[in-house]
T-cell receptor, first 115, second 114 residues
Framework: AQSVAQPEDQVNVAEGNPLTVKCTYS??????LFWYVQYPNRGLQFLLK??????LVKGSYGFEAEFNKSQTSFHLKKPSALVSDSALYFC?????????????FGKGTMLLVSP | ETGVTQSPTHLIKTRGQQVTLRCSSQ?????VSWYQQALGQGPQFIFQ???????GRGNFPPRFSGLQFPNYSSELNVNALELDDSALYLC?????????????FGSGTRLTVV
C-alpha cells in the first residue's frame, strides 16, 4: 500500500522567514503526490501536485514543493512565510485501486507563523 | 460554479443512534467520495459513489453506508454510533472516478458522539 509520513507534528517559523514542511513517501511504482491545507473548521484546499516532469512544482499562494526520488521526499516550501499561512498541512499520495483512485494522507503538520 | 456543500456543519449524537450526513457535489461532478478525519489524524477514505453505485470502499465496517442520487448528491449513513465515530466527515466530488480527475472538498460535518 502507498503511504506518506510527516515527521513533524508542528513547525514554527517567524513571518518573513522561509518555511519547509517535510513529507516522505513509500510507494510502488511512480508516485502521484499532493499537498493540501486545512484552515480551522474548513475542508481541505488543494495546494499543488506532482505527477511527472519537473522536480520543482509550483502551487497556490506562493507555495512550492520539491520532489526528490533518491530521498523519497516531497517537502513543501515557501520563500517567505506569512502569518496567514498558519494552518494544518497534509501530504498525500494517490492510491490506485481497480477502476478508481483515492488519497492516502499523512497525519498532518501544524504550521505556526509568528508575527 | 458552486462548490461542494455539506450539511449539517455540526452534529451531536448519542452512542447507539444513527446519523445521516449530506453532500451536494460541485456542478458537473458525477462522483462523490467520503473521508473520515479523526482528531489529530489525516483523512481516511470511507467509500466512493459513481453513477449511484458504490464502486470503492476503505477499511470501514458495514454500518457505514451511503447513497448517491440522480443529481449526484450523496448521503453518508452511520448506524449504531460508537464514540470513536466522532470525527470530521469530508465529502469530495470529482468529474470521474477518483483523485486523477481532481477532488473538490467540502468544509465537512463535525460529528460528536457522546
Amino acid at each position: 500500500a502507498q503511504s506518506v509520513a510527516q515527521p513533524e507534528d508542528q513547525v514554527n517559523v517567524a513571518e518573513g522567514n522561509p518555511l519547509t514542511v517535510k513529507c516522505t513517501y513509500s510507494v510502488s511504482g511512480n508516485p502521484y503526490l499532493f499537498w493540501y491545507v486545512q484552515y480551522p473548521n474548513r475542508g481541505l484546499q488543494f495546494l499543488l501536485k506532482y505527477i511527472t516532469g519537473d522536480n520543482l512544482v509550483k502551487g497556490s499562494y506562493g507555495f512550492e514543493a520539491e520532489f526528490n526520488k533518491s530521498q523519497t521526499s516531497f517537502h513543501l516550501k515557501k520563500p517567505s512565510a506569512l502569518v496567514s499561512d498558519s494552518a494544518l498541512y497534509f501530504c498525500a499520495v494517490r492510491d490506485y485501486h481497480s477502476g478508481y483512485s483515492t488519497l492516502t494522507f499523512g497525519k498532518g503538520t501544524m504550521l505556526l507563523v509568528s508575527p | 460554479e458552486t462548490g461542494v456543500t455539506q450539511s449539517p456543519t455540526h452534529l451531536i449524537k448519542t452512542r447507539g443512534q444513527q446519523v445521516t450526513l449530506r453532500c451536494s457535489s460541485q456542478s458537473g461532478h458525477n462522483t462523490v467520495s467520503w473521508y473520515q478525519q479523526a482528531l489529530g489524524q489525516g483523512p481516511q477514505f470511507i467509500f466512493q459513489y459513481y453513477r449511484e453505485e458504490e464502486n470503492g470502499r476503505g477499511n470501514f465496517p458495514p454500518r457505514f453506508s451511503g447513497l448517491q442520487f440522480p443529481n449526484y448528491s450523496s448521503e453518508l449513513n452511520v448506524n449504531a454510533l460508537e464514540l470513536d465515530d466522532s470525527a470530521l466527515y469530508l465529502c469530495a466530488s470529482s468529474q470521474g472516478q477518483g483523485i486523477d480527475y481532481g477532488y473538490t472538498f467540502g468544509s465537512g460535518t463535525r460529528l460528536t458522539v457522546v
